[in-house]
């Protein structure tokens, strides 16, 4: 068994160990679902990724799961109608 040279004293062990602590990870939020994600990747909740669909996430749930998932989509899009009643589409076509 390998045998320490010299006793380290609290100081040399602790300076070791500094870096040695879980890193905070910073996450932002997915402007379609609200859900927090990692910035720079597809949500893995809804699929988007700047605004465009890269995954397909309802084709690998069950029945079960994708009705709860379009239910929680609906909601979420209906509190964005609630914050923007009118989009620059919409405002447009109206004049
Ligand atoms: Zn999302």
Redesign the pocket.
């Known amino acids: 068994m390998a045998v320490p040279k010299q006793g380290h004293t609290r100081a040399k062990v602790g300076k070791s160990r500094m870096h040695k602590y879980i890193k905070k990870v910073y996450l932002s939020v997915?402007p379609?679902?609200k859900?927090p994600?990692l910035s720079h990747t597809v949500?893995l909740?809804?699929g988007?990724y700047k605004g465009n669909e890269v995954l397909n996430v309802m084709a690998k749930l069950t029945k079960k799961d994708k009705k709860a998932r379009e239910k929680e989509i609906q909601q979420v899009e209906k509190e964005q109608k609630k914050d923007n009643p009118l989009t620059m589409e919409e405002m447009s076509q109206k004049k």
């Open positions: 997915c379609k679902c859900k994600i949500c909740n809804c988007f």
